[in-house]
């Protein structure tokens, strides 16, 4: 099977985005102008991409070997809307190292 840790980063500054446009775009739209077709569609997206994000991570845990509290902080960083692109960096170095750096 692939290596689920390249995916797992590139899904996440994804979700990042997606998580900034939700609530900053769509939030007001719905609100402030009564359109909240923009909250489904981007929620559903994003909600989509959460899961996805989750899915990988339990991959990378159990076909990489990463360690519960990097899972952990991966997971916490996808909840805060600019943690993701701040741990991109640490996402960079323990995709292309593996399992071997510790958390």
């Known amino acids: ?7 797992l980063r590139l899904v996440s500054l994804v979700e990042a985005v997606s998580y900034l446009l939700l609530l900053l775009v769509a939030m007001p739209l719905k609100y402030v102008w009564g359109w909240p077709w923009a909250v489904r569609v981007l ?4 909600g989509v ?5 989750t899915w990988l991570l339990v991959r990378a845990r159990f ?15 996808s909840l805060v809307p600019v943690w993701p692109f ?11 190292a593996g399992a071997t750096p510790r958390a």
């Open 43 to 46: 929620g559903m997206a994003h």
């Open 49 to 53: 991409l959460f899961l996805l994000l």
């Open 1 to 7: 099977m692939r290596d689920p840790l390249p995916l």
């Open 86 to 96: 701040v741990l991109d960096r640490s996402l960079r170095v323990w995709s292309t």
């Open 63 to 77: 076909e990489a070997g990463w360690p519960l509290r990097r899972l952990l902080l991966v997971f916490v960083a």
